[in-house]
């Protein structure tokens, strides 16, 4: 069972856009959410996280958004470069031993 | 600083061998330590993880298994490879309540 779920497979977005990923969860004992960015070929790269006590966080260009009441959760990249084409997999977690991963999101920055 | 390290990069089996792969990590003490399976469609997908030496805890029933026979060395295993075992396996660290962090990945076809 998934729970944590990217429902959008794919996304494309011109340069300088804004890039909107988003992420839902099940488990309403997810206190720790987190976004990862992964090329081909490598292991997924830390980007950005935040805690269930916040709502919003906010590292230069990426801002990742929480409403705990809908158990959603989106990233936002702005403006939208083209080195930012990757598969982005947002994660949650709870006591701090497991990382529940979503399905991923390709995202294309089109020049 | 941490770092870690998981190898071969690449890897092919015929079906029915074993598999052994090692994953270490340095400049840490007593990390969390996940082995995660991405396939095609699938996202990552939590296969064991280890909160201290000798301690394994598996989230799906598989043909494969981990040892951590040390507080820093995490091994994925398998007696006897399947066709479906094939796809990419990335080894990740952490520390409580800090975000994961992965290894190159190694990418694992059974021919």
């Known amino acids: 069972d998934q729970q944590v779920k990217q429902n959008s497979p794919s996304l494309s977005v011109q340069e300088g856009r804004i890039s909107i990923l988003n992420c839902d969860y099940t488990?309403?004992?997810?206190?720790?959410f987190l976004w990862y960015k992964k090329y081909p070929a490598e292991g997924p790269t830390f980007l950005i996280s935040?805690?269930?006590?916040?709502d919003k966080n906010e590292d230069g260009r990426f801002t990742v958004f929480l409403n705990k009441s809908a158990k959603h959760l989106s990233l936002h990249i702005v403006p939208s470069q083209p080195g930012d084409s990757a598969v982005y997999f947002c994660?949650?977690?709870?006591?701090?031993?497991?990382?529940?991963f979503g399905t991923g999101t390709r995202l294309t920055v089109i020049p | 600083s941490q770092t870690i390290h998981q190898w071969p990069a690449t890897l092919v089996q015929p079906v029915g061998s074993p598999l052994s792969l090692e994953c270490t990590v340095e400049g840490t003490s007593n990390p969390n330590l996940y082995w995660y399976r991405q396939a095609a469609g699938r996202g990552l997908q939590l296969l064991f993880y280890s909160v201290g030496i000798g301690q394994i805890s598996s989230e799906v029933p598989q043909n494969l298994s981990a040892s951590r026979p040390q507080d820093r060395q995490f091994i994925l295993s398998s007696k006897k490879l399947l066709l479906s075992d094939s796809g990419f396996y990335l080894c990740?660290?952490?520390?409580?309540?800090?975000?994961?962090?992965f290894g190159q990945g190694t990418r694992l076809t059974v021919v």
């Open positions: 994660a949650a977690s709870f006591g701090a031993n497991n990382l529940f």
């Open positions: 935040i805690s269930s006590i916040k």
């Open positions: 488990n309403s004992m997810f206190d720790y």
């Open positions: 990740a660290w952490s520390n409580v309540n800090t975000e994961a962090f």
